[in-house]
């Protein structure tokens, strides 16, 4: 798949996947300002892995329309992934620390769970550093991107299929 497709279609399912933070919220029996902070926090991680695939499509659709397209291109859009990815990971890290114990399994989610996506997201910004440094590639840049995505439906069904708990 060329570049300019590929990145093309991940902005429009980053679009869709925003939209259906507008049917967790519709589907949950409470105000989001009464959901817990598990919750809360899960609704924050739907909106961001779809709002910096987006972003990164939409970075990396403008410096494709720069011609000539250098070899470079994927260095600096990796880098500037890097920009946003590393404290991304370092708020969901510090966040989940700040759960207190047995909070995210009353939620319905696990430690075990939510540190495996924090391994995921952490090599995923290890990968842009090497692309960065080494590869210059499209494939490490546009990983990122889907692997975002993922996490964004991830969230998403977990939003929907979790029974919301009162006071998590």
Same mark, same amino acid.
């Given at each position: 798949?060329?570049?300019? =497709?590929?990145?093309?279609?991940? +902005?429009?399912? =980053? %679009?869709?996947? =925003?939209?259906?933070?507008?049917?967790?919220?519709?589907? !949950?029996?409470?105000? %989001?300002?009464?959901?817990? $902070? %598990?919750?809360? @926090?899960?609704? #924050?991680?739907?909106?961001?892995?779809?709002?910096?695939?987006?972003?990164?499509?939409?970075?990396?659709?403008? @410096?494709?329309?720069? $011609?000539?397209?250098?070899?470079?291109?994927? !260095?600096?859009?990796?880098?500037?992934? +890097?920009?946003?990815?590393?404290?991304?990971?370092?708020?969901?890290?510090?966040?989940?620390? !700040?759960? =207190?114990?047995?909070?995210?399994?009353?939620? *319905? *989610? *696990? #430690?075990?769970?939510?540190? &495996?996506?924090? &391994?995921?997201?952490?090599?995923?910004?290890?990968?842009?550093?090497?692309?960065?440094?080494?590869?210059? +590639?499209?494939?490490?840049?546009? *990983? +990122?991107?889907?692997?975002?995505?993922?996490?964004?439906?991830?969230?998403?069904? !977990?939003?929907?299929?979790?029974?919301?708990?009162?006071?998590?």
């Amino acid at each position: 798949m060329d570049p300019n =497709a590929a990145l093309s279609t991940s +902005a429009q399912i =980053a %679009v869709a996947i =925003a939209g259906f933070a507008a049917v967790v919220v519709a589907v !949950r029996n409470e105000s %989001v300002h009464n959901w817990g $902070r %598990v919750e809360k @926090f899960w609704l #924050r991680l739907l909106l961001v892995n779809s709002i910096l695939p987006l972003t990164f499509s939409m970075v990396g659709l403008l @410096f494709l329309a720069i $011609r000539p397209v250098s070899p470079a291109t994927w !260095r600096w859009c990796s880098g500037f992934a +890097a920009l946003f990815l590393f404290p991304y990971a370092t708020m969901i890290f510090i966040n989940l620390l !700040r759960f =207190a114990s047995g909070q995210l399994k009353a939620a *319905g *989610g *696990g #430690r075990f769970t939510s540190s &495996a996506l924090f &391994a995921l997201l952490t090599a995923v910004c290890l990968l842009q550093l090497y692309n960065v440094t080494t590869l210059a +590639a499209f494939w490490p840049y546009f *990983g +990122a991107i889907v692997s975002m995505l993922l996490g964004a439906m991830y969230q998403f069904v !977990r939003l929907i299929l979790i029974p919301q708990q009162p006071g998590t």
